[in-house]
C-alpha cells in the first residue's frame, strides 16, 4: 500500500510480511482448517527516500500471531490503510468455536517525534450469545474517548464520554499484542 505518512508529499509504503516457514503450518484434526497456518506476520512502513525507500517501522507484535485454529484471520476486517498522513491497522476477532465473543479493532498511528504514535483506537465488540454491544472510539490527540453500550435487540446505545488518561502518545512499539491491548477506557 502507498501514501504519504512523513508529510514530504512521496509515496511511502505500507507492508504486511508473513513468513512463509512449511514447518508453522500444523496439522489440525479439530475445529478449523486441516492445516493451520501460524506463520508471523510483519508489519513495515518505509519512507521514500532518494532513489528507493528507507525502512521506518519494523513491528512483529501489533498484529498477533495466529494461536487458535479455531478463529478467523485477523486480518479478515480489512486490508491496512493510508489516510491523511496516518496508517491503520484493523484486526478481527471470531470464533468459529469455544467463544461467543467477537470484536473489530482498529489502530491509528502517525509518524511524530521519531516513532509511528497511536492517535486513535475504535473497537467495537458483541457477544453473540447475549446480544451485548460494548464500542469505545479513543482519539489519544484530543485526550477523549465515546464509550458506547447497549443490545442488538435495540438500536440506542448509551453513550458517554470519558477523559483518557493523562499520559504522553504512546509509540506503537509500546502497544504488543493489539487484541490485548487496553486503551485504559473505563466501561459504563
Sequence with gaps: MQGILNGDGRADLLLVLKMADPRNALDNTGFGPDR????????????????GYRLALRDHTLIPRPDAPNMEDYLDGGEPAIARGAFSVNLHQFASAGSWNTAETTFRFRSRQG??????????????????????????????????????????????????????????????????????????
Excluded at 37 to 43: W, Y
Aim: charged share 25%.
Design 36 to 51: 493451520f497456518d501460524t506463520n508471523p506476520r510483519m508489519l513495515a512502513v518505509a519512507f521514500a527516500e532518494g532513489d
Design 115 to 188: 516513532c509511528f504514535q497511536l492517535i486513535g483506537y475504535d473497537m467495537q465488540g458483541l457477544h453473540r450469545g447475549s446480544g451485548e454491544v460494548h464500542e469505545i472510539s479513543a482519539n489519544d490527540l484530543t485526550g477523549k474517548a465515546k464509550v458506547s453500550d447497549g443490545s442488538i435487540e435495540d438500536d440506542a446505545l448509551r453513550t458517554q464520554w470519558r477523559q483518557l488518561p493523562k499520559q504522553p502518545l504512546r509509540c506503537l512499539a509500546q502497544i504488543g499484542d493489539g487484541l490485548a491491548f487496553d486503551p485504559g477506557v473505563e466501561r459504563s
